[in-house]
């Protein structure tokens, strides 16, 4: 464990000392070599715009996640090979059973984990990849593995934690396999409440513990392969004297209970702070209802024991406002701050060795800062998500649901707000935001963050542009999440770009309403959404059919491929209207929405640009306005062909921009497994929020893979 540490950041120290800085501004470079992957809620709050100088690059590229994020984005991992398997289906990529040509989402497998189970609001997976390039069944000698919480008390026949195994539909067996499941009670029974992190080498696990009666304990656990069920989970050895810990064999665990003082004093609780790890430092910081920011040094990499340290830690992050519990904290190795929400609305910036802690103005007027910071190393720059910012500023006088940019190293004297939407006295939380692949590619912190705000009211999805690290002063509305009929939460939102897909490049956002999500495969309730929300890109080849969300906020959709142009076409907001860019011709699709569309209706009179879905799943535009026909016309699958229909004339526009997949009350956060290569596919995970009908093991909260 300490050796695969050790070889990742020496590797990642040297590697930028053997290429040119054009390498680490492009992305483009050999693979470097093979490390395990551990993808948590942390991947989505630490992140990294391209260097822009060659200092830049050698203080990010000190980070694993710099290069976790450059492995998740730019390397192609195929299915491990099983000699049982025929050769047809061994080459088989990461696809849930078929081939995914449209970056349309659906879902793979669903698992029961038992009656009431969830990863929790605004809470993760966590997932594992032992290989960069090769996606591992349960037939490898180390199979890629997805751990979630089942938020259930630990009891003799109830796991609290589960991971499965076999993840993929081109195993051979059951997708997935249950890997292992633990019953994880310590002086008492249990419930994880917050999202669990992977070490470095896969080999553990930390999260945080609550027995209920306001005792929050910090659990190490390591896990033993195909080891308990669901039904009858093991019970991991509890090794009371910690010095044992490293040596203890797995399945074994270590709880460090959270008090006033590295432990000592009145045990406190932690329902809301995730655990943030360290993989270069093997430190750990976590937050208790109290307010204290805790810190764990050495965690994972022994020989030393796992310890608390101590004072000046633990630290009262916000002393005027005692008391208030704290959300998940997440560090900045480049100004050497840990930046934590808290429940009043406040956000600290806590010196990580020092523990002197800075305390900004109240941002968040309503249920408090719930979601981490997003950091962006590069650009250092801090964003936090405020449910209501206390002002009269939105309609009729409303405060307004907030995101704020600070600079990391600017003591949070200074920010920028942003709105998103409306708030109210009672808001639901804001949850943090995503950033695009054009944020993420830019040498300059410029790209859209995509939020789900209008607190106050029925969800909406926003679009912020950044340009040059600089916020506009209100988000742009895409689209309603949910109907009229419905104020109900919205999830955090996540961003997955996958370039490998048979059609080209493809991204698309994930969030989840918790009721009446407008599309109808909500069925009123709530549901998981996916929007196309690939951005156009100069010097480009676009294959036909490939769909971009243009800076109007419609799809356009290639129907003569070729190389776009240096800069931006002026883009219409007519649809069925064709921009030429470069040696590329775009049709516009018409706004992203999450609205229903028509499906096609005999001997109706169509007006242009009337929309429909047809029953490939292609959007059809009428270009030639008539009366449809007797019977179902022969709908061509290539974007921009025509077909009449009696007196109408449809124009192919290219796939449906929007999926939905029926979640009862909503859907925890999504995290992002991994690319594959062409033809192939992107997983994500999550868990619902209430309870049905799961895919396997009968009603109740499920675990999900979906791809896209």
């Not at 704020?404 to 939380?429: C, M, R």
């Amino acid at each position: 464990m300490n050796g695969n540490a050790t070889r990742f950041v020496r590797f990642g120290a040297g590697f930028l000392g053997l290429v040119t800085l054009g390498w680490v501004l492009t992305g483009q470079a050999a693979k470097p070599d093979e490390q395990g992957v551990p993808t948590d809620w942390t991947h989505q709050h630490v992140i990294f715009s391209q260097p822009s100088t060659a200092e830049q690059a050698s203080l990010v590229e000190r980070d694993p996640r710099y290069w976790q994020q450059w492995y998740r984005r730019n390397v192609t991992r195929v299915l491990s090979v099983d000699p049982s398997v025929p050769a047809a289906d061994a080459s088989m990529e990461l696809v849930g059973g078929r081939p995914a040509v449209s970056g349309q989402t659906h879902q793979d497998w669903s698992v029961n984990m038992g009656a009431g189970a969830t990863v929790g609001a605004g809470n993760f997976a966590a997932k594992y990849s032992f290989s960069t390039s090769v996606a591992n069944c349960a037939s490898a000698a180390q199979p890629d593995f997805v751990v979630f919480s089942t938020g259930l008390q630990s009891a003799a026949g109830t796991a609290s934690i589960v991971a499965y195994d076999n993840l993929y539909s081109g195993c051979t067996g059951i997708a997935p396999n249950t890997y292992w499941a633990y019953n994880t009670t310590t002086s008492a029974p249990g419930t994880i409440k917050t999202s669990p992190i992977i070490s470095l080498d896969g080999s553990q696990i930390a999260f945080v513990q609550t027995d209920g009666f306001g005792h929050g304990y910090l659990v190490l656990l390591k896990w033993k392969a195909n080891n308990g069920t669901l039904a009858a989970p093991v019970a991991p050895a509890l090794i009371n004297v910690v010095a044992n810990y490293p040596a203890c064999v797995a399945p074994c665990m270590a709880a460090f209970a959270l008090r006033a003082g590295a432990g000592v004093g009145v045990q406190h609780d932690d329902t809301t702070s995730s655990v943030f790890y360290d993989y270069t430092g093997d430190n750990l910081w976590v937050g208790d209802s109290l307010g204290l920011l805790h810190k764990f040094h050495p965690v994972f990499v022994g020989p030393a024991a796992p310890a608390e340290v101590g004072s000046p830690w633990p630290v009262q992050v916000n002393p005027a406002n005692p008391s208030v519990p704290l959300s998940s904290p997440v560090y900045d190795h480049i100004s050497g701050n840990i930046f934590v929400g808290d429940g009043a609305g406040y956000l600290a910036s806590v010196n990580a060795t020092t523990g002197v802690s800075v305390v900004s103005a109240q941002l968040d007027h309503g249920v408090g800062i719930v979601s981490g910071p997003v950091i962006d190393i590069s650009a250092e720059k801090v964003y936090a998500f405020a449910s209501s910012d206390g002002t009269t500023g939105c309609a009729a006088g409303a405060p307004c649901a907030a995101v704020y940019e600070f600079s990391a190293t600017g003591g949070l004297v200074t920010s920028t707000k942003v709105t998103v939407g409306v708030s109210s006295a009672t808001p639901n939380p804001l949850y943090f935001g995503a950033f695009d692949s054009a944020y993420l590619s830019s040498n300059n912190a410029t790209g859209n963050i995509y939020v789900c705000g209008n607190t106050g009211a029925r969800p909406i999805l926003y679009r912020i542009p950044i340009n040059a690290g600089t916020l506009p002063v209100a988000g742009t509305a895409i689209t309603n999440v949910t109907t009229a009929a419905s104020t109900a939460a919205c999830s955090p939102v996540t961003d997955v770009a996958n370039p490998n897909l048979a059609i080209g490049s493809t991204e698309n956002l994930f969030l989840s309403p918790q009721l009446n999500g407008r599309p109808n495969a909500c069925a009123a309730q709530g549901c998981l959404i996916s929007f196309a929300s690939t951005p156009w890109q100069p010097s480009v080849n676009f294959a036909l059919g490939q769909e971009i969300l243009s800076s109007k906020l419609h799809i356009e959709t290639v129907v003569v491929a070729g190389t776009s142009g240096a800069t931006a076409p002026t883009w219409t907001t007519t649809v069925g209207a064709t921009v030429t860019d470069g040696f590329v011709t775009w049709m516009d699709q018409g706004a992203l929405s999450a609205g229903a569309f028509q499906t096609w209706a005999s001997a109706h009179p169509y007006a242009s640009p009337t929309r429909i879905v047809d029953s490939n799943g292609y959007v059809e535009v009428v270009t030639g306005p008539g009366t449809s026909g007797g019977s179902v016309p022969t709908w061509p699958t290539t974007a921009g062909a025509t077909t009449t229909d009696n007196s109408v004339t449809w124009t192919n526009a290219g796939f449906l921009p929007t999926t939905a997949i029926l979640a009862t009350g909503g859907t925890s956060g999504v995290i992002m497994d991994n690319t594959v290569g062409t033809g192939g596919a992107s997983q994500v995970y999550y868990s619902i929020l209430g309870s049905q009908a799961c895919g396997t093991g009968g009603t109740g909260g499920c675990a999900v893979q979906t791809s896209q």
